[in-house]
């Protein structure tokens, strides 16, 4: 054995308490980060910064909700099929699924840069190219995206 099985009368327990507050420190310091990275792009190399974030910030949102979505999926199965190969698996599966909650937040940033993101949301008011983009006039549209977009996060939810 190699610990005893009855710890010495001294012993303390672990105390954590001062790490507390590191998560959100981290989160301040990588908000800091972006505004950083912002600054320099847009001063130093005199780029369109606001598009290259809008970019960046959708790859990153895709990246996450892809992982929130595949967990969704996989926990649903599991449960569909009442599998026993994947009950080791199952919590962490479900640990991603339940990300999908928070992605509404990330999505603000997405919501506000759509115009910059998506050349075919103003497609129908400079007047449709063809019959495919007539058709598919309602989701062509701020409106459609928005409400497609929150109809789909909050099914996600």
Not at 22 to 47: C, E, K, R, S, Y
Not at 76 to 87: K, N, Q, T
Not at 121 to 147: E, M, N, Q, R, W
Request: hydrophobic content about 55%; some cysteine; charged content about 10%.
């Amino acid at each position: 054995m190699s610990s005893p099985a009855n710890p010495p009368a001294n012993a303390q327990p672990l105390d954590l308490s001062k790490w507390r507050g590191a998560p959100t420190m981290l989160m301040a310091g990588g908000a800091g980060v972006i505004v950083l990275g912002f600054l320099v792009d847009q001063f130093l190399f005199h780029a369109d910064a606001l598009t290259q974030f809008a970019y960046s910030w959708l790859l990153a949102f895709m990246f996450f909700l892809s992982l929130g979505l595949g967990g969704l999926g996989f926990t649903i199965l599991h449960h569909l099929f009442d599998a026993g190969w994947s009950v080791p698996i199952r919590r962490i599966l479900e640990q991603l699924a339940c990300s999908l909650r928070y992605m509404w937040l990330l999505w603000i940033p997405i919501g506000l840069l759509a115009r910059k993101l998506y050349e075919w949301i103003d497609l129908v008011d400079k007047g449709t190219p063809d019959l495919s983009t007539k058709a598919k006039f309602p989701l062509f549209t701020i409106t459609g995206f928005y409400l497609v977009s929150i109809a789909c996060l909050a099914i996600w939810w």
